[in-house]
């Protein structure tokens, strides 16, 4: 019987911690969902989301609108001449009156700002039949209280003019919620009666906008987000877009993407009901021909055939440095084009590609969240280590961010012996000619860096003599010999003699690298290692 309950209590708690499992998985799963939803929302942007910054909440114009009806409390500027001379500013009484001494009571409650003129002076011409002018105009409009509702971030009830737009009045609500918020379908109600529909895609591409006259107890009603599309690629606005009358086609979101001129196709992504995506391309010509459905996403993109292609012979020569070429010319063919000099070195070609410099920069990278990752994560025994771990960290977070402005040059070494002809060009390729240099470069971990002339009786050991011998923070396993050509010799002066060391040739360069100590083995070598990179990369010696 013992055995027994044991057993279920066993059972009993495998089953409670797999409910707790599964449960942990599922809130795993929905953050993982929640996060992902909130990237996709932070990178769709919708057309119009920009109207509602705060601009036009505070700014209240009185303007002129024949259509406003006078209530209690509205201020009226009264000038009449001729028979008799009066100037005044009468105010709309509780019961709808204004008072003009020796005419007695006029009721203006309920009457048109457009009618205002003609109704003063009938009644005054009641009195004065002869030789009466009259004027009138609206001093002050009371305020009106309009409820803002629907899909808006701060739904509320907002004072402001009845000549308002009500563009001031979303913006009172903070705006339309761009996630469900329609900005082509905004109702005002009055009297719980729909009397006008706003699309303010009218406002935003045209700058149309209709004067309406709101009254207190008005509602302003923004619905919900029905039909949209999104756009991507090469356009102006790749934004979110409500269909309409006007946005029926992929030509009529064209139009309000305003895709660039070189635009040739749109890729049209649909979801379609029965759980299947269809994806199609467009040519431009079928544009106006495609109908939009709900949901859409149009990339427009260009789709050119190049035949020729652009190339830089920049340097020593006397010739054009830039050229249109065919694809597919080599090299070799390119360094026919020009016009050698007795100062030209052919035999120092350097070729500078964009491609490889992004593949250096990305590679720097990824070394220096390596290095980063482990700094961060350094741990330390004792008070006095955590302190000096914590010095140490903050001057290699420092040289990380250093090391992140240098720029890879993107050099492709070509070998003395490498066949030009079989060399093809890219697009944008940099060919530069260097000129014939009797100048060594040493920089880095030495004495004296600098320029040194030539000798070719010279070997490495000799220039660093020249610049001064290596300091007492230089890496003898990482000396570095760049040849002209671009061509990275290292040397390792720690295990071998001087003699040994890479022969030095005119217009080569010689790199001292620091040094790394007082740092973990893991970060020693991550360190080296972005030096060396960055050395070849670049050509130039970061201190540490």
């Known amino acids: 019987m013992k055995n027994r309950v044991l057993k279920y ?77 009066f100037e005044q500013v009468l105010t709309v009484d509780s019961q709808g009156n204004v008072f003009i001494p020796r005419v007695g009571a006029v009721n203006l409650l309920g009457a048109k700002n457009g009618d205002l003129v003609k109704i003063l002076q009938a009644s005054i011409q009641k009195v004065y039949r002869n030789n009466v002018f009259v004027y009138a105009d609206m001093n002050n409009y009371q305020n009106v209280s309009v409820f803002v509702t629907g899909n808006v971030n701060k739904p509320g009830l907002y004072q402001g003019l009845s000549s308002d737009s009500i ?37 935003l591409q045209n700058g149309k906008m209709d004067l309406f006259s709101f009254r207190s ?8 987000l029905k039909d949209y599309v999104f756009v991507e690629g090469d356009a102006q606005k790749p ?7 006007d946005l029926k086609t992929v030509f009529d979101l064209s139009k309000f993407a305003g895709i660039k001129a070189t635009t040739t196709n749109a890729a049209l992504t649909s979801y379609t009901m029965n759980n299947k995506v269809s994806m199609i391309t467009l040519p431009a010509s079928k544009f106006s021909k ?19 292609m652009k190339i830089f012979i920049q340097g020593e ?27 030209t070195n052919l035999q120092a070609i350097q070729l500078y590609r964009k491609s490889v410099a992004v593949m250096q920069k990305k590679l720097i990278e990824a070394s220096l969240r390596e290095l980063e990752t482990l700094t961060l994560t350094n741990s330390a025994v004792t008070k006095e280590e955590a302190s000096m771990r914590a010095s140490e960290s903050k001057f290699i977070l420092e040289f990380i961010e250093r090391v992140k402005k240098e720029e890879p040059k993107g050099q492709v070494v070509i070998d003395e012996n490498a ?17 014939k240099s009797d100048v060594i470069v040493v920089q880095g971990e030495v004495g004296l860096p600098g320029a040194f002339t030539y000798n070719k009786d010279y070997h490495i050991d000799d ?77 130039v010696v970061l201190d540490i």
Do not use: C
């Open 167 to 203: 563009i001031q009045y979303i913006d009172k609500a903070s705006g339309i919620n761009t996630e469900y918020g329609s900005f082509r379908d905004i109702k005002i109600l009055r009297n719980n009666q729909i009397i006008k529909t706003i699309d303010l895609y009218d406002f």
């Open 239 to 245: 934004f979110r877009f409500e269909l309409g009358n």
């Open 419 to 435: 066949n030009l002809a079989e060399f093809t060009l890219e697009e944008g390729d940099i060919v530069n000619i260097p000129t």
């Open 463 to 539: 220039y660093i003599k020249s610049a001064g011998y290596l300091n007492e923070r230089a890496n003898k396993e990482r000396i570095l010999v760049i040849k002209a050509n671009g061509k990275a010799e290292r040397f390792d002066a720690s295990m071998f003699s001087f003699s040994s060391a890479p022969k030095i040739d005119s217009g080569d360069a010689i790199l001292v690298l620091p040094k790394v100590e007082g740092k973990t083995l893991q970060i020693t070598g991550a360190l080296t290692q972005i030096l060396y990179h960055v050395a070849v990369a670049t050509k």
């Open 217 to 224: 107890g008005d509602v302003v009603l923004v619905e919900n």
């Open 290 to 308: 495609t109908e939009l459905k709900n949901g859409d996403i149009v990339s427009f993109i260009q789709d050119h055939n190049a035949v020729n």
């Open 9 to 85: 209590l066993f059972a009993l708690l495998f089953i409670a911690n797999s409910l707790n499992a599964l449960d942990v998985a599922t809130i795993v799963a929905t953050q993982e969902n929640q996060d992902i939803k909130k990237v996709e929302e932070t990178n769709t942007k919708v057309f119009g989301s920009h109207l509602f910054n705060g601009s036009f909440k505070d700014n209240t114009t009185h303007i002129y609108n024949p259509d406003y009806t006078i209530v209690i409390g509205d201020q009226i500027a009264l000038k009449v001449w001729g028979a008799i001379e």
């Open 317 to 343: 020569h006397n010739s054009l440095q830039t050229y249109v070429v065919k694809k597919g010319t080599s090299l070799k063919d390119a360094i026919a084009l020009i016009s050698p000099n007795a100062q």
